[in-house]
């Protein structure tokens, strides 16, 4: 039986940020695995979200780069979540526009499944358009 293991948050900022030598080996050699798909991981929607607020508010990292990174981890082979392409569509909106990751997941998962956003954001409703 495959062990499949749950990321938490700080593996993947320790894997991104490389500011922990030790911290960054271990991500490094998980993540190696990840990619090969010799190792099964999960990544809730609530770590990648956590994920995309820290990288942005506190290591200022730019939208654009935050999206690329987190998108190439997405695509390891070992790497499962609920939603792919709902979180793939939405790291590249929260790219794009000034929404948060949050808002960028509510636009795009009621897109997908053809719901209506009800929201009082002034910036995701211009974005989602009246309805």
């Known amino acids: 039986m495959k062990t499949i293991r749950v990321v938490d948050t700080n593996v993947i ?6 500011d922990h030598p030790e911290h960054f080996a271990r991500a490094s050699e998980f993540m190696a695995g990840l ?3 010799n190792q099964t991981a999960y990544i809730p929607e609530s770590v990648l979200a956590e994920c995309v607020f820290v990288l942005l508010k506190f290591y200022r ?3 654009t780069e935050i999206a ?5 981890i997405l695509s390891f082979q070992g790497v499962e979540c609920e939603n792919r392409i709902v979180l793939q569509d939405a790291l590249l909106r929260f790219a794009s526009t000034n929404l948060s ?5 509510v636009w795009t998962i009621a897109e997908k ?3 209506q956003v009800f929201s009082f954001d002034a910036d995701l409703n211009k974005k989602v358009g009246p309805k």
């Open 68 to 72: 690329e990174k987190l998108l190439g």
């Open 35 to 37: 990619k090969s798909g």
């Open 113 to 115: 499944r053809d719901w």
């Open 13 to 18: 900022l320790r894997y991104l940020l490389a």
């Open 101 to 105: 990751i949050v808002d960028a997941l």
């Open 61 to 63: 990292v730019p939208r």
